[in-house]
C-alpha cells in the first residue's frame, strides 16, 4: 500500500459551507481542489455528471509548478447518492445558497477570469447560470430575501466608486488603477494579501425581479459585516461606527448593531464588541452574534449574544459556559428559533454546539445548558442549521475532509461524501495515538527568577486565574512502515494563534500524515494559551508567549520520548505563525533540537506592532505594552533579539505578501543567523500571504512540507544517501 507524499495535495479534495436545501432533502456545498493542466484533479470518485458543462482531465506535470486551484459547488442527496457537480469547473466558486423555494442556487465566483467574484444565479432543475451582478468590488457574504427576489451582499468599494455610481455596475473591462504613490490614512490599511486602498465593506442588494438591479443600502466612511434578513423584510448588519466619533473604528473591537427597514430607515438597536460580528435573525426579532470582550480581548473567549427587541437587553447565554465560540465560524439559529448553533473548539476537537436560547421578552433563560451535537473526535469546519437536519463538513484521523447530515440534536448521523475514497483506499493512513501529560515548569526557559515577575507585571492582568498545574493534550503520529523493533526521530509541530487548536485531524492532515509517511515520529500538542480548554489556559501566556508555552511544549517531548517508537536522539522542531515564534524561541533557549524550520513566524514584536494588520492587539492583549511603554521588554520576548543564541540549522520559510505577519521580522532573524554562522536559509514564496500553508498555491503548499522534510532528513542520521542541505 502506498504512503502519503507532499505531491498527493494535487489529489486531495475539501468540502466547506454546507448548505441545506429549504425542503431537507439535499446539501449544497463547496469542493477545493487544485487544478492541474488547466483541468480537475479528481480523485475523490464523486460522481461528475454537472449542472452546467464541465470536462476532466489527467494530471500531470512539476506538482510544485501548479498555481490554480479548482472551487466547485456540488449537491448531495440525503438519499445515499453521489454528489454530483453543480457548477462548471471553471474558476473558484464560493457561498452556495438556496432560494427560499429551493428552485436556485445564488453563488459567488470568478468565472475562471481575472476579476472579482460576482453573483450568479442556478437553476436547479438544469441550465444555463446566469451572471445577476457587474460589480467592482467582489461580493460575499451572500443572503437571500425571504420574497426570493433579492440577493444581500457585502462588497468593498471606493468613496470615488460610490460617487459615481460605479459600485452598483461597471464594464468587464473595468479596472481599478494601482495607487501611485500610496497614501495611507488608516491605522489597518491592508490585511490578508491586499491593500484596502480606501476602500470600505458596504451592504448591497440585487433585486432580481428589477433586471438584476444593484442597490447600496449603508453609507459613509464605515466598514459594514455579513448581512441577515429578518422579519418583514428588515436587515440586519453590524457597523464599525464607534459611538465617540473621534474614535478610531480601526483600534477597536466596537461595533453598532443596525436593522434596515424595507423604507429605507436605519436604526442602531444596540451596541457590542466582536473582532467579526456574523448576525443571525429569529422571527421575533432576537439576533445572535459572537461577542468578545474589548479589554484584553485576546486573552478572553468569545460568547454568544443575544439582543432581545421587546427589552433592549442583550443576554449571553453561553455565560456558564467555559469554552470560546470560534469567531470565524457561523452563528445560527435552528429549529423553531429556540437554539443558537456555533463551532467551539473543545479538548482537541471542533464541535458543533446547541445554545439554548429564550424567546423575545422572556424573563428566565432556558432550562437546558449548551450541549455539544456533533463533532467530539473530528474537526468541524462548517455547518447548517435547518428544520429537520444539520449539514457539517468535517475531517478525522482518516480523511481529511467530507460533508456529514444529522438531525438538529445531533442524532442519525450520516456521511454524504467520500470526496478522497479512491486515494485513501490505496494509502496507509496513521492513526494518532492521543496523549496528555502535564504542564511544564517555564521558570527553566526564562534567563531568572526575576523574568517570572515580568510575566504579571505591567498593565492590568486579565480577570481570570492563570493556570500552572493543567494536564496538556496532545498526538503522537508513528511511521506507518515502522517496524516493532525500530524508531524513527520526532519532528514537534507548534501550532499558530497563539489562541487557537489542533486536532488530530483539521488542516494539518496532509503534512502531519506526510511526515509520518516520511519516516518521522510527529508529536503536536494544545499547550497553553491554545482555545479549546478554558478561559483560564487560554490567559494563561499573558505576558510570556515563550517560557509558558515552550514548557509545555518540552513537557510533550519528554513525555513522547518513552515510547519505543522516538528516536531520541534526533529532534526537530518546526512551526508557523506563533509556531514560527515559539520554534525560533526554542531553539534560542535550548540545545534539545538538531534543526528546526520556522516559517511566517513573529521575530521581532515591535516591528510587528507597526507592520501588521488588526493582529497589533496581541501585542497589547497578550503582552499589556506597546513599543514605546516599554521597549526593552518586548525586545526581551522576541525571538530575533536572541539570534546569536541558536546554533541548530534553522530554515526560514515566509509569504512575501503576508500583511499579517510581514516578511521583515524573518529578513531580521535570518541576518541574524547568518552574522552568527549558524547554517540557515530563507525561502520567500511570491504572491502567497499568511495562508499559505492551508490555501495557498497547490505547487507552494507541494514546495513547503517538501522542503520541511528534506531539511530534517538532511541534518538526520537515520536516512541514507541524504546529504545536509548546507
Known amino acids: 500500500m502506498k504512503t502519503v507524499d507532499a505531491e498527493d495535495y494535487l489529489e486531495l479534495a475539501t468540502p466547506s459551507d454546507p448548505r441545506v436545501s429549504p425542503d431537507g432533502d439535499a446539501v449544497a456545498f463547496v469542493r477545493r481542489t487544485a487544478r492541474v493542466d488547466d483541468h480537475e484533479s479528481d480523485s475523490g470518485g464523486s460522481d461528475d455528471e454537472s449542472g452546467e458543462d464541465g470536462a476532466d482531465d489527467d494530471t500531470g506535470g512539476d506538482a510544485t509548478d501548479v498555481q490554480d486551484v479548482e472551487a466547485s459547488v456540488y449537491v448531495v442527496d440525503l438519499g445515499g447518492e453521489e454528489p454530483r457537480r453543480f457548477t462548471a469547473a471553471a474558476g473558484v466558486d464560493a457561498e452556495p445558497r438556496w432560494s427560499p423555494s429551493g428552485d436556485r442556487i445564488a453563488f459567488a465566483t470568478d468565472r475562471g477570469e481575472d476579476r472579482a467574484p460576482d453573483v450568479w444565479v442556478l437553476p436547479v432543475d438544469g441550465g444555463e447560470a446566469r451572471r445577476v451582478t457587474s460589480v467592482p468590488g467582489g461580493v460575499s457574504a451572500l443572503a437571500w430575501g425571504p420574497d426570493g427576489e433579492r440577493v444581500a451582499f457585502l462588497q468593498s468599494t471606493t468613496a470615488g466608486e460610490r460617487e459615481r455610481g460605479d459600485d452598483l455596475a461597471v464594464d468587464d473591462d473595468y479596472e481599478r488603477e494601482d495607487p501611485d504613490p500610496r497614501v495611507v490614512d488608516r491605522t489597518v490599511y491592508r490585511a490578508a494579501q491586499s491593500y484596502t486602498d480606501g476602500t470600505r465593506s ?4 440585487a433585486n432580481l425581479d428589477r433586471d438584476d438591479a444593484v442597490t447600496r443600502v449603508t453609507d459613509g466612511e464605515v466598514d459594514h459585516t455579513a448581512p441577515a434578513w429578518g422579519p418583514e423584510g428588515a436587515l440586519y448588519f453590524g457597523a464599525r461606527d464607534p459611538a465617540d466619533e473621534d474614535a478610531d473604528p480601526d483600534d477597536t ?229 515502522l517496524g516493532p523493533e525500530e524508531s524513527a526521530p520526532l519532528v514537534v509541530e507548534v501550532h499558530g494563534g497563539p489562541h487557537a487548536t489542533w486536532t488530530g485531524s483539521g488542516t494539518m492532515w496532509h503534512e502531519f500524515q506526510t511526515l509520518a509517511a516520511a519516516g518521522f515520529c510527529v508529536f503536536a500538542s494544545n499547550p497553553r494559551g491554545s482555545t479549546g480548554y478554558g478561559e483560564a489556559f487560554q490567559a494563561a501566556i499573558e505576558r510570556d508567549w515563550g517560557a509558558v508555552t515552550g514548557a509545555d511544549v518540552l513537557a510533550g517531548v519528554d513525555h513522547v520520548r518513552e515510547r519505543d517508537a522516538v528516536d531520541d536522539d534526533e529532534l526537530f522542531l518546526a512551526g508557523g505563525s506563533f509556531g ?37 492587539k496581541l501585542v497589547e492583549d497578550d503582552y499589556g505594552e506597546t513599543p514605546w511603554t516599554d521597549p526593552t521588554f518586548l525586545a526581551e520576548h522576541s525571538p530575533a533579539m536572541h539570534a546569536d543564541a541558536i546554533d541548530a540549522p534553522t530554515l526560514l ?37 499568511h495562508e499559505l500553508s492551508r490555501s495557498g498555491e497547490p505547487g507552494h503548499v507541494v514546495d513547503r512540507i517538501e522542503r520541511i522534510r528534506d531539511w530534517f532528513r538532511g541534518y538526520s542520521t537515520a536516512f541514507e544517501d541524504v546529504d545536509e542541505p548546507l
Open 202 to 205: 458596504h451592504v448591497y442588494v
Open 580 to 616: 514560527g515564534y515559539m520554534t525560533a524561541w526554542l531553539l534560542a533557549h535550548t540545545d534539545r533540537f538538531d534543526a528546526g524550520v520556522p516559517q511566517r513566524g513573529v521575530y521581532d514584536l515591535v516591528s510587528f506592532y507597526g507592520s501588521t494588520d488588526a493582529a497589533y
Open 253 to 481: 473591537t466596537e461595533f453598532a448593531l443596525r436593522r434596515r427597514d424595507p423604507d429605507g430607515d436605519v436604526a442602531t438597536l444596540v451596541r457590542d464588541t466582536s473582532w467579526a460580528p456574523r448576525v443571525a435573525v429569529a422571527d421575533d426579532g432576537r439576533v445572535a452574534y459572537a461577542s468578545t470582550p474589548e479589554e484584553r480581548g485576546t486573552l478572553r473567549q468569545a460568547d454568544v449574544h443575544v439582543y432581545d427587541p421587546e427589552t433592549g437587553d442583550v443576554r449571553v447565554p453561553t455565560a456558564g459556559l467555559d469554552r470560546t465560540v470560534a469567531g470565524d465560524g457561523p452563528v445560527q439559529f435552528g429549529p423553531g428559533d429556540e437554539s443558537v448553533y456555533v463551532l467551539t473548539p473543545d479538548a482537541g476537537s471542533v464541535v458543533v454546539r446547541r445554545v439554548p436560547v429564550a424567546p423575545a421578552g422572556a424573563s428566565e433563560p432556558p432550562e437546558e445548558d449548551a450541549a455539544v451535537v456533533v463533532g467530539e473526535d473530528a474537526h468541524c469546519s462548517g455547518f447548517d442549521a435547518s428544520a429537520d437536519v444539520l449539514a457539517f463538513t468535517a475531517s478525522e484521523w482518516d480523511h481529511p475532509g467530507d460533508v456529514f447530515a444529522a438531525t438538529p440534536r445531533g442524532a442519525e448521523e450520516t456521511r454524504l461524501s467520500t470526496l478522497n475514497r479512491e486515494y485513501l483506499d490505496e494509502r496507509a493512513v496513521v492513526q494518532p495515538e492521543a496523549l496528555s501529560f502535564p504542564a511544564g515548569d517555564a521558570s527553566a526557559l526564562r534567563a531568572d527568577d526575576g523574568d517570572a515577575a515580568t510575566a504579571t507585571a505591567g498593565s492590568d492582568s486579565v480577570d481570570v486565574d492563570r493556570v500552572d498545574d493543567a494536564s496538556v493534550q496532545g498526538w503522537l503520529f508513528t511511521p506507518p512502515e
Open 653 to 689: 520559510l515566509h509569504a512575501e505578501a503576508d500583511y499579517r505577519v510581514p516578511i521583515g521580522g524573518a529578513e531580521l532573524l535570518y541576518r541574524g543567523l547568518r552574522k552568527h554562522g549558524t547554517p540557515t536559509r530563507l525561502v520567500r514564496y511570491p504572491r502567497e500571504g
